[in-house]
């Protein structure tokens, strides 16, 4: 079975779930962040893993 689970992802300015992902949770034990486009802030920020 894979190992693959949903996970979401947040502006780390205003807080909103704006995307989703996956991600191996045996490989990658940190939480991702990427800089990814807010359509609330209208602006490009970073974007953490959240909690479910």
Same mark, same amino acid.
Request: proline residues 0%.
């Given at each position: 079975m894979s $190992?693959? $689970?949903l996970i979401k992802i947040g502006c780390s300015k205003c807080g909103r779930?704006?995307?989703?992902?996956?991600?191996n949770r045996k490989l990658?034990?940190?939480k991702i962040e990427?800089?990814?486009f807010?359509?609330?802030c209208k602006s490009? $920020?970073?974007h953490k893993?959240?909690?479910k």
């Open positions: $190992q693959d $689970q779930i704006n995307y989703w992902s996956r991600k990658v034990t940190k990427l800089k990814k807010c359509k609330w490009h $920020q970073k893993e959240a909690k």
